[in-house]
Nanobody, 127 residues
Framework: QVQLVESGGGLVQAGGSLRLSCAAS????????MGWFRQAPGKEREFVAA????????YYTDSVKGRFTISRDNAKNTLYLQMSSLKPEDTAAYYC????????????????????WGQGTQVTVSS
């Protein structure tokens, strides 16, 4: 059974940092692009960042560019999201996700359907 398990969320003051992790089990995602999404209360889930299977190509939504860094360790089957200079508007449940096919590129993660989702980890940024 494939599982994606996020961790690292919490409460932080504006300007602070958090590092999210997403551990995959049940299969290897080393040949798949992966990504992070988030959903704030009352809003639709939105794309945050994506990374190619090798880690060499990354994409970010405009609102997090320069503040968030996505990375991966394929040997550990783990995805990361380093978040810095956090703002109250970053408050949301954060989800890692993977597509059903290795043909899905990092550049299309924001508009492609994801097959695998984690349960989410809450990030709350206080002002």
């Amino acid at each position: 059974q494939v599982q994606l398990v996020e961790s690292g969320g919490g409460l932080v003051q504006a300007g602070g940092s958090l590092r999210l992790s997403c551990a995959a089990s049940g299969r290897s995602f080393s040949s798949y692009a992966m990504g992070w999404f988030r959903q704030a209360p009352g809003k639709e889930r939105e794309f945050v960042a994506a990374i190619s299977w090798s880690g060499g190509i990354t994409y970010y939504t405009d609102s997090v560019k320069g503040r968030f860094t996505i990375s991966r360790d394929n040997a550990k089957n783990t995805l990361y999201l380093q978040m810095s200079s956090l703002k109250p508007e970053d408050t949301a449940a954060y989800y890692c996700a993977a597509p059903g096919s290795p043909a899905t590129t990092a550049g299309t993660m924001g508009v492609s359907p994801m097959r695998y989702w984690g349960q989410g980890t809450q990030v709350t940024v206080s002002s």
